[in-house]
């Protein structure tokens, strides 16, 4: 799960045109402490939901992950408004 994390946080990072993002940054972005978060990072804890999430996801076509996610998205904005 660890290896999981890396990789998101160095895509986010890619995304960002290879601007760092710290995890203190990227913690507040997910709505998380940082220390969860470093704990996820560093493979102290295995977030189960977040495995499962990432299965579900991995059983999809890659346009219906982008719509899927997108959609998630959407949904949480709408619930921090």
Do not use: C
């Not at 189960?48 to 997108?70: C, F, H, P, T």
């Amino acid at each position: 799960m660890s290896d999981l994390f890396n990789l998101l946080h160095n895509a986010v990072e890619a995304q960002n045109n290879g601007k760092k993002i710290s995890q203190k940054e990227l913690a507040q972005t997910l709505g998380i402490s940082m220390r969860t978060y470093q704990d996820w990072k560093l493979g102290n804890a295995k977030p189960q939901a977040a495995k499962a999430v990432i299965q579900m996801l991995g059983m999809l076509e890659d346009d219906e992950i982008v719509r899927v996610v997108r959609k998630i998205n959407t949904l949480d904005e709408r619930n921090h408004e």
